[in-house]
Nanobody
């Protein structure tokens, strides 16, 4: 299965920006839809963004539309999440995953989760 390593998290003030990276192992990376999820303290993990295998189509949860951008570089086996205009409510551990669409929801296509990268937005 694809192994994923997230990085790029940190502490940032509200209104600031961060760029998360997710490096994937495996030769089939370019054939997968990829996505980002996040889990805030005391809350369930939630979908944030997804990108098609071609990279031409992106999907976002409403709360990040216009602020976050997902992209991919198949030559580097890496998917990115550019986060701008960050808000305290964006504070969470962010995870990337191979994703699939099921019953109108985006889900992890496997049981595998990386270690995540922590984002803390101060007010």
């Amino acid at each position: 299965q694809v192994q994923l390593v997230e990085s790029g998290g940190g502490l940032v003030q509200a209104g600031g920006s961060l760029r998360l990276s997710c490096a994937a192992s495996g030769r089939s990376f370019s054939s997968y839809f990829m996505g980002w999820f996040r889990q805030a303290p005391g809350k369930e993990r939630e979908f944030v963004a997804a990108i098609s295998a071609s990279g031409r189509t992106t999907y976002y949860t409403d709360s990040v539309k216009g602020r976050f951008t997902i992209s991919r570089d198949d030559a580097k086996n890496t998917v990115y999440l550019q986060m701008n205009s960050l808000k305290p409510e964006d504070t969470a551990v962010y995870y990337c995953a191979v994703v699939m669409r099921a019953a109108s929801k985006w889900e992890n296509a496997s049981d595998y989760w990386g270690q995540g990268t922590r984002v803390t937005v101060s007010s």
